[in-house]
């Protein structure tokens, strides 16, 4: 019988927030995810955590979250989630209710989100801006082409907002009910940027994840795959982890913002604004990330 090879399982730390830090160039959030040389590991959710609980201490509460409490609200910051969402996480992991007096401990989690991942949150305010004035020129919804080469189309949902007092019409009008969402009459932007940033997000892991496994075919190297994560041999670690680098460097050696920028651009005939929201980090600090996909 042959020897028996020892598999272990490789994956990336936090791919989506990875990808939204190498767009924006932003070295802080590139820090936390590892995706810049360092002789240790960063974990995002520890980042985050600690940031927060350093905000909570400040105010004077005694309230420690753990990794556990913010990982939720992290992972959905990059896929559409927002400020509700943080709360939520907030809420839960606390037992307390979002009021005027706790509003200040609630917005130390929200607040260290949006410092710890502010590739992310500049990505997305930037994609908001450009739907805006999409939206401002007539259109109700944005085509782009996703990593992938996939055309998507994204329409923008009715915007919607909640009554607080009740404002019940007879007649003529029709009641509206306290606490329940009702249609304003104008897009919701914001909303629609979040859902294409996700999308545009999942599509460079698909393109990432699909380099990645040809390489490794080419190279006869054996694997499983799923998303961004691989089950290989432990003789053969090393090597993934070299094509993930060099498949990163690649795909982020090309501005990809000012590609999408340049897209929309021509296909609606505005003169959109280039992201200035840029940073320091250089994308070839990926080549000498030994942390970016790991046990």
Same mark, same amino acid.
């Given at each position: 019988?042959?020897?028996?090879? %020892?598999?272990? *399982?490789?994956?990336?730390?936090? $791919?989506? /927030?990875?990808?939204?830090?190498?767009?924006?160039?932003?070295?802080?959030?590139?820090?936390?995810?590892?995706?810049?040389?360092?002789? $240790?590991?960063?974990?995002?959710?520890?980042?985050?955590?600690?940031?927060?609980?350093?905000?909570?201490? @400040?105010?004077?509460?005694?309230?420690?979250?753990?990794?556990?409490?913010?990982?939720?609200?992290?992972?959905?910051?990059?896929?559409?989630?927002?400020?509700?969402?943080?709360?939520?996480a907030f809420a839960a992991?606390?037992?307390?209710?979002?009021?005027?007096?706790?509003?200040?401990?609630?917005?130390?989690? %929200?607040?260290?989100?949006?410092?710890?991942?502010?590739?992310?949150?500049?990505?997305?305010?930037?994609?908001?801006?450009?739907?805006?004035?999409?939206?401002?020129?007539?259109?109700?919804? /944005?085509?782009?082409?996703? @990593?992938?080469?996939?055309?998507?189309?994204?329409?923008?949902?009715?915007?919607?907002?909640?009554?607080?007092?009740? %404002?019940?019409?007879?007649?003529?009008?029709?009641?509206?009910?306290?606490?329940?969402?009702?249609?304003?009459?104008?897009?919701?932007?914001?909303?629609?940027?979040?859902?294409?940033?996700?999308?545009?997000?999942?599509?460079?892991?698909?393109?990432?994840?699909?380099?990645?496994? /040809?390489?490794?075919?080419?190279?006869?190297?054996?694997?499983?795959?799923k998303h961004d994560a691989?089950?290989?041999?432990?003789?053969?670690?090393?090597?993934?982890?070299?094509?993930?680098?060099?498949?990163?460097?690649?795909?982020?050696?090309?501005?990809?913002?000012?590609?999408?920028?340049?897209?929309?651009?021509?296909?609606?005939?505005?003169?959109?604004?280039?992201?200035?929201?840029?940073?320091?980090?250089?994308?070839?600090?990926?080549?000498?990330?030994?942390?970016?996909?790991? *046990?």
């Amino acid at each position: 019988m042959g020897e028996l090879m %020892n598999f272990i *399982e490789l994956d990336h730390t936090s $791919s989506g /927030v990875q990808v939204a830090a190498a767009l924006a160039r932003d070295s802080r959030t590139a820090t936390a995810v590892n995706l810049n040389g360092g002789s $240790s590991k960063n974990d995002l959710y520890t980042v985050v955590m600690s940031d927060a609980n350093a905000r909570l201490a @400040a105010l004077g509460s005694k309230i420690v979250l753990t990794r556990r409490d913010v990982k939720t609200a992290v992972i959905a910051r990059v896929y559409g989630g927002k400020r509700g969402t943080s709360d939520a996480a907030f809420a839960a992991a606390t037992g307390l209710k979002l009021t005027p007096e706790t509003k200040p401990m609630f917005a130390c989690l %929200n607040d260290a989100i949006v410092s710890e991942m502010s590739g992310v949150v500049t990505v997305q305010r930037y994609v908001a801006r450009l739907l805006k004035m999409i939206a401002e020129s007539g259109s109700d919804s /944005v085509t782009l082409t996703l @990593a992938s080469g996939a055309v998507e189309t994204f329409r923008f949902p009715d915007a919607e907002k909640t009554v607080h007092d009740v %404002n019940l019409h007879f007649g003529g009008e029709h009641g509206r009910v306290d606490e329940l969402p009702y249609l304003t009459g104008e897009l919701d932007v914001g909303a629609a940027a979040r859902t294409v940033v996700a999308a545009f997000v999942q599509s460079f892991d698909a393109l990432i994840l699909a380099m990645t496994q /040809v390489r490794l075919a080419e190279r006869g190297v054996y694997f499983l795959s799923k998303h961004d994560a691989y089950l290989i041999a432990e003789s053969d670690g090393d090597v993934l982890r070299e094509i993930v680098k060099n498949v990163m460097f690649d795909v982020f050696s090309v501005d990809r913002l000012e590609t999408m920028r340049a897209e929309l651009s021509d296909r609606y005939g505005l003169d959109l604004p280039r992201f200035d929201g840029y940073g320091d980090w250089d994308v070839a600090a990926i080549l000498k990330s030994d942390f970016l996909i790991s *046990e």
